[in-house]
């Protein structure tokens, strides 16, 4: 069963930086394609960052050359820098697998605000 723990996210200024983490369980993280979701309040999920299996990634244009998303192989463990955040990024943050596309983590709250 796979299972997916989002963490590191909380209160920062606008300007300031996060990195949020995603410590995966019952599959190998690097043959997997990895997604970063995020869900602001009110509105539905929305699709942030892709990394697939060859290291290639993808970002929607709202946080290209903001956010950079990773891997580390050995922890099994993905993360999301987000750095320059402002206060639209503020929402829970989810990470998930394309294969395993139904599992989802409890989700890391992120809150930009002054």
């Known amino acids: 069963q796979v299972q997916l723990v989002e963490s590191g996210g909380g209160l920062v200024q606008p300007g300031g930086a996060l990195r949020l983490s995603c410590r995966v369980s019952?599959?190998?993280?690097?043959?997997?394609?990895m997604n970063w979701y995020r869900q602001a309040p009110g509105k539905q999920r929305e699709y942030i960052a892709t990394?697939?299996?060859?290291?290639?990634?993808n970002y929607v244009d709202s946080v290209k050359g903001r956010f950079t998303i990773s891997r580390d192989n050995a922890k099994n463990t993905m993360y999301l820098q987000m750095n320059s955040l402002r206060p639209e990024d503020t929402a829970v943050y989810y990470c998930?697998?394309?294969?395993?596309?139904?599992?989802w983590g409890q989700g890391t709250q992120v809150t930009v605000s002054s």
């Open positions: 990394m697939y299996s060859d290291g290639t990634t």
């Open positions: 019952g599959t190998i993280l690097s043959i997997n394609i």
């Open positions: 998930n697998l394309v294969r395993y596309r139904d599992s």
